[in-house]
């Protein structure tokens, strides 16, 4: 069955903290994205990939980083958290242009920044 | 850029009322569009695709038809239950440069009451 698995499904940072959110997908698919939900914003796009080894910036890239190191797992790193990166966060994998494939989303991280 | 736009906020209903959510976009091309619904909790799921101008696309009794003319992709349901009460997304995907991207709303809040 095809998922997308997010770990960890919550965690508290300290501001100025490192924080790593995984995803692993087992769909075989090419692309893979981080999205950010918040209040009044809906799912904002904030990086993407679409090979491994290489991430590409999405709509609100600053402050995150992104890491592809293979086609089943891509990470979302923030390397000096702060309270405005306080969210959920979620990660899904598309077959991406063939057949308009829609994005299968994780059950997302709850990021609270302290 | 790309962008999406739906109906606000939160949409109330008592149960058999009959549902719209409105939904535009703004896109270079011609994107597919999607309808996704998201319970508390959870991940968004995918609802149902169009991917040309006059298809409709339906799932669960709710259904919507891409219209390329007024470009819209609106949300409708002719008798909702309680059991509809989720946020509900409108996205399109597109292709600029040749990566597959893609752009959701913000969502609407369907409350429905017995």
């Known amino acids: 069955e095809a998922a997308v698995t997010q770990s960890p499904r919550s965690k508290v940072a300290v501001t100025g903290g490192k924080v790593t959110l995984s995803c692993h997908q087992t769909n075989n698919h090419d692309y893979m994205y981080w999205y950010r939900q918040d209040t009044g914003h809906g799912l904002r796009l904030i990086h993407y990939s679409y090979v491994a080894d290489s991430t590409e910036k999405g709509d609100i890239p600053d402050g995150y980083k992104a890491s592809r190191p293979s086609q089943e797992n891509f990470s979302l790193i923030l390397e000096l958290a702060s309270l405005s990166q306080t969210a959920v966060y979620f990660c899904a994998s598309s077959a991406g242009i063939y057949n308009n494939q829609a994005p299968l989303f994780g059950e997302g991280t709850r990021l609270s920044v302290l | 850029g790309d962008s999406v736009t739906q109906t606000e906020g939160q949409v109330a209903l008592s149960e058999e009322d009959f549902l719209t959510i409105h939904c535009n976009y703004s896109a270079s091309g011609y994107p597919a569009l999607f309808w996704y619904v998201q319970y508390p909790g959870e991940g968004p799921q995918f609802l149902f695709r169009?991917?040309?101008?006059?298809e409709k696309g339906s799932s669960r009794g709710f259904e919507a038809t891409y219209d390329k003319g007024t470009t819209s992709f609106h949300l409708r349901k002719a008798s909702v239950q309680e059991s509809d009460s989720a946020v509900y997304y409108c996205?399109?995907?597109?292709?600029?440069?040749?990566?597959?991207?893609?752009?959701f709303g913000k969502g609407t809040s369907l409350v429905v009451h017995p």
């Open positions: 996205a399109l995907g597109e292709t600029p440069g040749g990566n597959y991207k893609p752009t």
């Open positions: 169009a991917s040309r101008d006059k």
